[in-house]
């Protein structure tokens, strides 16, 4: 199967409210449509997840950033320009993602992903796609698609048949950037 066959497929899941395997520019994740409510429950109830702990979501570039988030601090764009891994930063008062998606202090983390494939793939699905580590809640992170749950494969939609075989990079940075200009580093 082909790059463009697999982004049809998954686009076709995505816009049913269906839940997704991928391979992210980090690791492994489970996605959906991050302005799905009912997409994300599926999420959260799959992996075993306290909805008080909110998921990232991915966005293709800064025009779409702009899209989710009331005021982007020139900071940020800064700090993704010279990140040197994945970077996500957690934004205040996000705008158009499903009500599930936001943290308590309505704030949301997002990563501008680097990666083609991803980026193909919310190109062509035009909204953000959730982007959570493809494990039960208090389980290890895998890192490789051989060490995904079985029963994680079995509760997803679809699983990607791309990079199976690549070895998952490490989670992204997390970086806290408040409307007040405070900026607080989540996980290095």
């Known amino acids: 199967m082909t790059q463009e066959d697999e982004i049809k497929n998954l686009v076709t899941i995505l816009k ?4 997704i395997l991928y391979p992210t520019d980090t690791v492994w994740g489970i996605g959906c449509d991050a302005t799905n409510y009912q997409a994300i429950e599926k999420v959260f109830q799959l992996k075993k997840r306290a909805e008080s702990k909110s998921m990232i979501c991915l966005v293709s570039d800064f025009k779409m950033l702009n899209q989710y988030i009331e005021n982007v601090p020139e900071v940020a764009y800064d700090i993704l320009k010279y990140a040197k891994k994945p970077t996500t930063i957690i934004y205040d008062r996000p705008l158009h993602v499903a009500e599930n998606l936001i943290a308590e202090d309505n704030s949301l983390a997002i990563r501008v992903t680097k990666d083609a494939f991803c980026k193909k793939l919310i190109q062509k699905f035009r909204k953000p796609i959730v982007s959570t580590s ?14 995904i749950d079985p029963l994680i494969l079995e509760g997803v939609d679809y699983v990607v048949n791309l990079h199976q075989e690549k070895k998952s990079g490490k989670p992204s ?7 007040d200009g405070s900026v607080r580093v989540i996980r290095q």
């Open 134 to 147: 493809a494990n039960f809640s208090s389980a290890k992170t895998p890192q490789s698609f051989a060490e």
């Open 173 to 179: 940075a997390i970086i806290k950037l408040k409307n």
């Open 16 to 19: 049913r409210g269906g839940i």
